[in-house]
Nanobody, 123 residues
């Protein structure tokens, strides 16, 4: 599967953005899809993941209550709605996919990656 991330940009603190991860291939519904981010000078960090079954989700603690991950299998797309953005959310955001029923949070467990989209939150 090939992934294309989009929707990043520059926003003021407290604002919102919606990222999209569009996938190619007819078997998108077999993949769990996650968002990761990498801030300058930091390691790549797990943000959120949505399962392929029943749309179960999990989030890193720092984004709970502010970010929502969702998917539309008919459109082969996963979304990350980001509200109440903070300057510390500034990073390049990547989507990743893994053909599994599990909810994995380690980046090494994902086989397919999008190219990343920059999110910058100004204070």
């Amino acid at each position: 599967v090939q992934l294309q991330a989009s929707g990043g940009g520059l926003v003021q603190a407290g604002g919102s953005l919606r990222l999209s991860c569009a996938a190619s291939g007819r078997t998108f519904s077999r993949y769990a899809v996650a968002w990761f981010r990498r801030a300058p000078g930091k390691e790549r960090e797990f943000v959120a993941v949505i399962a392929r079954d029943y749309y179960v989700t999990t989030y890193t603690n720092s984004v709970k209550g502010r970010f929502t991950i969702s998917r539309d299998n008919a459109k082969n797309t996963v979304y990350l709605q980001m509200n109440s953005l903070k300057p510390e959310d500034t990073a390049v955001y990547y989507c990743a996919a893994d053909e599994t029923r599990l909810l994995r949070i380690g980046p090494d467990e994902y086989d397919y990656w999008g190219q990343g989209t920059q999110v910058t939150v100004s204070s």
